[in-house]
């Protein structure tokens, strides 16, 4: 298997990627759909995804009940992914996700470096009451095991508000490679690059992305920060997204696109600022917005189910299910926006990577 060395790893990183973040294949009996779970992996290495990250929120963060299935997923990933990748040849980098307090994220953390992950997307919705201090700490203590990528979760699905001292403070440690900025809050998205403008590295920490209600305009968007120093430019390079889970060969154009305006400094067309708007329309009926995202992971499980990458839509969760009207609203936007589909590119290899 050809593994890319954690500098060059971090390098890619650095240099703005599709990241999607890996849904979860279950059979109806809650078993790992071994089959679907290969097909969605090869899935994201044919698109033309730079990395892949695993055990974050979209592969269920129940997967940590049970004995044994969070070292199952991501060793079942890695060897998925570096088989398929050989073939390819185009190396992928892989992110695992850390949770919950120190003893149970330290022991993630050294899984994930044995099993040959780069870096970790660290979670810190279980130290919800700590202080700056023991976050910071925290993290410190995650990066010493692995490479820190940070996690901003919105609160509607577990996450919890971080202060721009948190971010100044985590952008500073050493062994940090990122953030995925994830709040769904323009106001929180703005704390975090004053936080990392502030720290004195942010030119070596990537920002990424995790908004999936506004990918487009954060991958456009010259960001004017005045820090306590400096007032500097700062660019989001990349995504790591449960979005960018379906319809991946479209997300890479996209981001591809993006990034090229970026880069130009040119004008923003008006074209853009409508595609934008019409990947804000499709995310809001895969994750749910209407009912606070309570059907978010089978509503991606539901555009996979259709395209044959998945075989159901079932979740770990038996209370976790698409909210009535959810199907028809998913619907509704492939209807209205087929021009972001990757159907006919599926349609051509589900065959191979099912096989």
Same mark, same amino acid.
């Given at each position: 298997?050809?593994?890319?060395?954690?500098?060059?790893?971090?390098?890619?990183?650095?240099?703005?990627?599709?990241?999607?973040?890996?849904?979860?294949?279950?059979?109806?009996?809650?078993?790992?759909?071994?089959?679907?779970?290969?097909?969605? =992996?090869?899935?994201?290495?044919? +698109?033309?995804?730079?990395? /892949? @990250? %695993?055990?974050?929120?979209?592969? #269920?963060? $129940?997967?940590?009940?049970?004995?044994?299935?969070?070292?199952?997923?991501?060793?079942?990933?890695?060897?998925?992914?570096?088989?398929?990748?050989?073939?390819?040849?185009?190396?992928?980098?892989?992110?695992?996700?850390?949770?919950?307090?120190?003893?149970?994220?330290?022991?993630?953390?050294?899984?994930?470096?044995?099993?040959?992950?780069?870096?970790?997307?660290?979670?810190?919705?279980?130290?919800?009451?700590?202080?700056?201090?023991? =976050?910071?700490?925290?993290?410190? +203590?995650?990066?010493?095991? /692995? @490479? %820190?990528?940070?996690?901003?979760? #919105?609160? $509607?699905?577990?996450?919890?508000?971080?202060?721009?001292?948190?971010?100044?403070?985590?952008?500073?440690?050493?062994?940090?490679?990122?953030?995925?900025?994830?709040?769904?809050?323009?106001?929180?998205?703005?704390?975090?690059?004053?936080?990392?403008?502030?720290?004195?590295?942010?030119?070596?920490?990537?920002?990424?992305?995790?908004?999936?209600?506004?990918?487009?305009?954060?991958?456009?968007?010259?960001?004017?920060?005045?820090?306590?120093?400096?007032?500097?430019?700062?660019?989001?390079?990349?995504?790591?997204?449960?979005?960018?889970?379906?319809?991946?060969?479209?997300?890479?154009?996209?981001?591809?696109?993006?990034?090229?305006?970026?880069?130009?400094?040119?004008?923003?067309?008006?074209?853009?600022?409508?595609?934008?708007?019409?990947?804000?329309?499709?995310?809001?009926?895969?994750?749910?917005?209407?009912?606070?995202?309570?059907?978010?992971?089978?509503?991606?499980?539901?555009?996979?189910?259709?395209?044959?990458?998945?075989?159901?839509?079932?979740?770990?969760?038996?209370?976790?299910?698409?909210?009535?009207?959810?199907?028809?609203?998913?619907?509704?936007?492939?209807?209205?926006?087929?021009?972001?589909?990757?159907?006919?590119?599926?349609?051509?290899?589900?065959?191979?990577?099912?096989?």
């Amino acid at each position: 298997m050809s593994i890319l060395s954690v500098p060059e790893a971090r390098k890619r990183f650095h240099n703005g990627l599709v990241i999607p973040a890996m849904p979860l294949a279950l059979t109806p009996q809650r078993r790992l759909d071994q089959q679907s779970q290969r097909a969605v =992996l090869r899935y994201y290495v044919d +698109a033309g995804a730079g990395g /892949i @990250a %695993v055990g974050v929120h979209s592969t #269920q963060f $129940a997967i940590r009940d049970t004995p044994g299935f969070y070292q199952r997923i991501l060793e079942f990933a890695y060897e998925t992914v570096g088989e398929w990748s050989d073939r390819r040849g185009r190396p992928m980098v892989m992110i695992a996700g850390i949770c919950g307090e120190r003893e149970q994220a330290l022991s993630e953390a050294r899984l994930a470096r044995s099993r040959g992950y780069h870096a970790a997307l660290v979670s810190l919705a279980a130290l919800r009451n700590a202080s700056v201090d023991l =976050l910071v700490e925290h993290i410190r +203590a995650v990066s010493r095991e /692995i @490479a %820190v990528i940070g996690f901003y979760l #919105q609160t $509607a699905v577990g996450g919890m508000m971080l202060s721009y001292d948190f971010w100044r403070r985590f952008a500073a440690l050493d062994d940090v490679w990122g953030v995925k900025i994830a709040p769904f809050d323009r106001y929180a998205t703005l704390t975090v690059l004053r936080g990392i403008a502030d720290s004195g590295r942010a030119d070596e920490v990537a920002l990424y992305t995790g908004n999936d209600d506004t990918i487009v305009a954060d991958l456009l968007t010259p960001f004017r920060v005045v820090g306590t120093q400096r007032t500097r430019t700062m660019r989001i390079c990349g995504g790591l997204l449960g979005h960018w889970g379906v319809w991946t060969k479209r997300a890479v154009e996209i981001h591809r696109q993006c990034r090229e305006l970026a880069d130009s400094e040119a004008g923003v067309p008006a074209g853009m600022l409508t595609l934008a708007a019409e990947i804000t329309d499709m995310n809001g009926a895969i994750f749910d917005a209407a009912n606070g995202y309570a059907g978010c992971l089978p509503g991606i499980h539901e555009v996979l189910r259709r395209q044959g990458i998945f075989g159901g839509v079932t979740c770990l969760d038996r209370e976790e299910r698409m909210s009535p009207g959810q199907s028809e609203e998913i619907t509704r936007v492939c209807r209205a926006y087929p021009h972001l589909t990757d159907d006919d590119f599926v349609n051509r290899h589900l065959a191979e990577w099912r096989g």
